[in-house]
C-alpha cells in the first residue's frame, strides 16, 4: 500500500519512492530493445527481474506491452533522459574528471556499463537497503564495475556529505554530480538544500547534470495529480497497488537551472519536447503534466 509522503519514511525498490526506480529501470529497458543505437542499458532487464515485483517485471520483459501500462512516449522520454545523462559522464570523463558521484542511485548500472578511464571514482549514494540489494544482484550477474566503486549506503535527508566524505570523497578535486530522477520527490526546500551542499562540495571546474521542471500554471497540478491517477489505476489493475501522485511533491518550488545558476553554475540544456524532436521521436501531445517543458540541464562551476 502506498502512503503519501512523510518526514522520515522508507522504502525498498518495490514500494513508496523506491518502487518508481524499478519502473524506471522497466522503461531503460523497454528503450534499450527498441533503440539501442540510441540509448542501452544492458542491465535494466535483469535488475528489474531481481526485484521481483511480477507486473513491472512483464512490462521489462515484454511479455506485455508498454501500451497497456506506460504509453510509448514515456519510453521514447526514457531513450533521451539516459543518453542525456550517459553523454554527460561521457563528455566529463573525456575532459578529465576523474570523480563522480551519482545522487539517489537507485537502479543506475553506469558505473558498471560506461567505458570509464583508468582512475574514475564512481561514487553511488543512496539508502542502505538500495544498495546492499543493487551490488549483490549484480554481484549474482558476475559483473564487474568499470570504474572504482564507491558505494556510500545513507539516506540523503541525513548527513551524507558526512558518509560521502568518509568513502574517500575528496572536495579539492573537480566532481561530476548527477541528480537524476530525483528533485521532484524531495520538498521544496530539500531540493535546494541539497543542490546548495552539491555547491558547497564542489571544486571549481565541476559539472553536475539533473532536470529543471518549470513551476506550474495555475489549475496545472490538479490535471497532474488526475493523470498520474489513471496512470495509478493501470498499475492497479495489474495487481500492482500504486498511487503515484502520493510520492511527489507539489507546490512552488525554485526552478533548479536558475538556482544553481545563481549559485555560479553555468547552465545549458534542452527541453524533452525539443529532445524528443531532434532524434524523430513521438510527441507529448496535449502534456497536461507540462512534462514537454522540463529541460535536461548540465553546468560547469565557474567560480
Known sequence: MTSTRRDGDTWDLASSVGSTATMAAAARAIASRQDPALFNDSFAEQLVRAVGVDAITRLATGEVPPGDLVEQVWIDVAKIRGRFYDQFFLDVAAAGVTQVVILASGLDSRAYRLAWPAGTMVYEVDQPSVIEFK???????????????????????????????????????????????????????????????????????????????????????????????????????????????????????????????????????DTIRDLLAANDLASLGADEMRMGDMRYVRGILTR
Open 135 to 269: 551490488s549483490r544482484a549484480l554481484a549474482e550477474l558476475d559483473a564487474s564495475p568499470t570504474a572504482d566503486r564507491r558505494v556510500v549506503a545513507v539516506d540523503l535527508r541525513e548527513d551524507w556529505p558526512a558518509a560521502l566524505r568518509a568513502a574517500g570523497f575528496a572536495p579539492a578535486l573537480p566532481t561530476a554530480w548527477s541528480a537524476e530522477g530525483l528533485l521532484g520527490y524531495l520538498p521544496p526546500e530539500a531540493q535546494d538544500s541539497l543542490l546548495d551542499t552539491i555547491t558547497a562540495l564542489s571544486a571549481p571546474g565541476s559539472r553536475v547534470a539533473t532536470e529543471s521542471r518549470p513551476n506550474p500554471r495555475p489549475g496545472q497540478e490538479e490535471q497532474t495529480r488526475e493523470q498520474l491517477d489513471r496512470m495509478s489505476a493501470r498499475w492497479r489493475a495489474r495487481s500492482y497497488d500504486t498511487d503515484m501522485a502520493k510520492l511527489r511533491y507539489f507546490g512552488e518550488r525554485n526552478e533548479a537551472e536558475p538556482h544553481l545558476a545563481g549559485l555560479g553554475w553555468a547552465m545549458t540544456g
